[in-house]
């Protein structure tokens, strides 16, 4: 089984980035899947999440409006695509699906 997230890096405020969470090992379609994110010091915050089929979603109030989580089913594949980066939205951020978690990926917004 793996989880793994790709599509972290360094964007200045105002910009954008795509995560991606790429599943294996288990049937990805049949399980919700969640995007948290975390910095030192604090919990790790429930970002967005979506239903197996990805017809439900939900988004934590500080990031609705900017951030949109899908999914393509047929590769395995969760996205969040991230617009309007703000200096609050760096952490890294995780993906979760079927109990499993991916090891993160750091998002930093700096100018």
């Known amino acids: 089984v793996q989880v793994v997230e790709f599509g972290g890096g360094l964007v200045q405020p105002g910009g954008s980035l795509r995560l991606s969470c790429a599943a294996s090992?288990?049937?990805?379609?049949?399980?919700?899947m969640s995007w948290y994110r975390q910095t030192p010091g604090k919990r790790r915050e429930l970002v967005a999440g979506i239903s197996s089929s990805g017809g439900s979603v939900d988004y934590a109030d500080s990031v609705k409006g900017r951030f949109t989580i899908s999914r393509d089913n047929s590769k395995n594949t969760a996205y969040l695509q991230m617009m309007n980066l703000k200096p609050g939205d760096a952490a890294v951020y995780y993906c979760?699906?079927?109990?499993?978690w991916g090891q993160g990926t750091q998002v930093a917004v700096s100018s």
């Open positions: 979760t699906c079927g109990g499993y």
């Open positions: 090992g288990f049937t990805f379609s049949r399980h919700a």
